[in-house]
């Protein structure tokens, strides 16, 4: 499910324009992807045929919503007829959220699996991102003879901060042919 507007509005100031712009964006919906053993989809199982649409994380549980912010502006004025001088700027935030079970088909001998019972383990991770981006240029028309040529040169800079955390850990194992979740 997903929510998004994405406002922006120009202002002619005579000699320049001025634009500014935001996004709100809001993501909520559970995971709905899962692995599944070879042995079982792929291979014979003596436990028969898994289902390819069996779901093995947890309805209750599984689950990523993000959040993502954004604003900005960006600014153009003609200096003369032939140099034009640009810069935007831009700040934008994502938080994300993620609960997920998920298998835990890893073993070193597969003859120890009884072809039923897929170990499972919980994520829980929450990152947040700030970025802060600016953007200067000028651009130069040039005529020589003919040919038209347009330079370019500007400067940017950019700083991004991260702060995450993951949490992991042993969850209920799932039977692949009568599962139960919650």
Excluded: C
Excluded at 111 to 138: F, Q
């Amino acid at each position: 499910k997903r929510f998004l507007v994405g406002p922006s509005i120009t202002f002619d100031l005579g000699e320049g324009q001025l634009t500014l712009h935001g996004q709100m964006q809001r993501d909520r919906g559970g995971i709905e992807y899962s692995w599944l053993p070879a042995y079982g989809t792929l291979w014979d199982n003596p436990n028969g045929r898994i289902s390819r649409s069996l779901f093995t994380g947890d309805p209750s549980f599984n689950r990523y919503d993000r959040d993502q912010n954004i604003l900005g502006y960006e600014y153009e004025t003609p200096l003369t007829d032939s140099l034009t001088l640009r810069h935007a700027a831009r700040w934008s935030q994502v938080k994300s959220n993620l609960n997920m079970l998920q298998s835990d088909l890893y073993w070193d001998d597969v003859a120890e699996w009884d072809g039923r019972t897929m170990e499972r383990y919980a994520v829980k991770a929450d990152g947040t991102i700030n970025n802060i981006v600016t953007d200067t240029s000028l651009t130069w028309d040039v005529d020589s003879g003919q040919v038209r040529h347009r330079v370019v040169a500007g400067i940017d800079y950019a700083v991004s901060r991260f702060d995450a955390s993951r949490f992991s850990g042993d969850a209920p194992s799932l039977d692949l042919y009568n599962p139960s979740y919650g």
